[in-house]
Nanobody, 120 residues
Framework: VQVVESGGGLVQSGGSLRLSCAASGSFFTINTMAWYRQAPGKQRDLVAGIQTTGDTNYVDSVKGRFTISRDNAKNTVYLQMNSLKPEDTAVYYC???????????????WGQGTQVTVSS
């Protein structure tokens, strides 16, 4: 399974970016799709997640500014980021949990990360 992010970049404070992440390969379903971020010298933390049902969850610091969505037909998850702040600067990673194989086991995969830099 391959997980590929796109959409990072440099933006001024108050601006917007949209991240995309597409999963490809052999699997039956994608259960969870999520975005994590890691700032320099800090641990990787959950930003937002979305289940197959459409249920979502967000870290408090991005509620009301970020929106996670998914297109199940395209095996793609998006993160719309509005009102960006310098403290949102980090490498953003896509994370998926898929069900695959004859035993219907679940597997976790990470993307390579995409840099988001917000200037003040």
């Amino acid at each position: 399974v391959q997980v590929v992010e796109s959409g990072g970049g440099l933006v001024q404070s108050g601006g917007s970016l949209r991240l995309s992440c597409a999963a490809s390969g052999s699997f039956f379903t994608i259960n969870t799709m999520a975005w994590y971020r890691q700032a320099p010298g800090k641990q990787r933390d959950l930003v937002a997640g979305i289940q197959t049902t459409g249920d979502t969850n967000y870290v408090d610091s991005v509620k009301g500014r970020f929106t996670i969505s998914r297109d199940n037909a395209k095996n793609t998850v998006y993160l719309q980021m509005n009102s960006l702040k310098p403290e949102d600067t980090a490498v953003y990673y896509c994370y998926v949990i898929v069900t695959s194989g004859a035993g219907r086991r679940t597997y976790q995969y990470w993307g390579q990360g995409t840099q988001v830099t917000v200037s003040s």
